[in-house]
């Protein structure tokens, strides 16, 4: 079970960023329409979800190992690159930060607009296919990140516990509160998350070109702070930037007038 | 049904390759030739894909930091 933490952990703090942004679609969709279209659409897309997880799962497990952390690695690094640039630009200024309130804003403004139609046996098709697709679509990269987890480690049951615990903490939690859950710091998990999984991508990647790591396994312990250390510099290198930018963009009055408050 | 391939597709490559496609491609050329290295050249080089994988994400940055991207 120890040795199966870290996986667990990993797949938790994964799921749980992707399981709050789901949540904000279903309380959208739930407190503006309708409570039992939006529970159809969240049932649909969980037995969509569960369906992909009990085909491909297995599958996969049907490969090599070299084959599967070569594919996978080669994957989840891209995968985790792509989060990380996203994360960093958030943290430097460049992209505006992910914030639940004003994105639970915004679907309510579209579910209130939307006209009640039933269809197929469904009272709200606007609040189901609205939750249908909010949880699918996040439910995917859950799925992604269970599968591609839990078939390198060869410990698929680790991995969709980190992830069934995720998802059972994060609607537990929004039931109780009733409301997105905009006090998580998201944007510091989701930087936390592309460090994991670059540093697992890399490191299975490069397993299965055929590299052996110094220290086999335990070099993740030293590749995990690397990954964090060099993302955390080109944050802090691109904030100065952003800043300097700014400032010599900024009008001449407002220098004037900076002056005038500090003197 | 060619526009739900289309579709199909163009959510895929988003969902992977994301806003970068070069990010993906150097990180696909520097596992081949990492593979090469170890196989044909007898290196073991395991260094390779972080140094490539931190040179990808700067280039992207200062690409997507200075309008470029």
């Known amino acids: 079970m120890t040795a199966a933490l870290p996986l667990v952990l990993t797949v938790f703090v994964a799921c749980a960023v992707e399981a709050i942004e789901a949540l904000t679609i279903v309380l959208a969709a739930g407190l503006t329409r309708e409570w039992r279209s939006t529970f159809q659409g969240m049932a649909a897309a969980l037995i969509v979800l569960a369906a992909i997880v009990g085909v491909l799962g297995p599958t996969i497990t049907l490969l090599p190992l070299t084959a599967l952390r070569l594919v996978i690695g080669a994957l989840l690094a891209i995968f985790g690159l792509q989060w990380l640039r996203k994360a960093i630009l958030r943290a430097a200024g460049y992209k505006a930060l992910h914030d639940e309130a004003s994105a639970y804003l915004r679907e309510v403004a579209a579910a209130k607009a939307a006209p009640e139609v039933a269809k197929r046996g469904i009272s709200d098709w606007y609040a189901f296919t609205l939750a249908f697709k909010g949880v699918l679509l996040e439910g995917l990269e859950v799925v992604f990140i269970v599968i591609t987890f839990g078939d390198n480690q060869r410990n698929l049951g680790a991995a969709v516990v980190g992830a069934a615990i995720a998802v059972v903490v994060v609607t537990v939690t929004g039931i109780a509160v009733r409301a997105p859950l905009a006090k998580v710091p998201e944007n510091a998990l989701k930087f936390v998350v592309g460090i994991m999984l670059t540093s697992f991508g890399t490191f299975w990647g490069a397993e299965g070109a055929g590299v052996k790591w110094p220290g086999n396994d335990a070099a993740l312990l030293v590749l995990v702070p690397v990954v964090a250390l060099v993302s955390l510099g080109y944050a802090t290198w691109l904030r100065r930037v952003h800043r300097l930018s700014q400032a010599a963009a900024r009008p001449p009055t407002a220098f004037s007038e900076t002056e005038g408050v500090t003197n | ?69």
């Open chain 2, 1 to 69: 049904m060619l526009r739900a391939l289309k579709s199909f597709g163009a959510f895929w490559y988003d969902f992977v390759i994301g806003d970068d496609w070069q990010v993906a491609a150097i990180a696909v050329a520097a596992l081949a030739l990492t593979a090469l290295l170890v196989h044909v050249a007898g290196i073991n080089a395991w260094w390779l894909l972080p140094l490539a994988a931190f040179a990808a994400l700067a280039w992207s940055l200062r690409r997507a930091t200075s309008g470029k991207s």
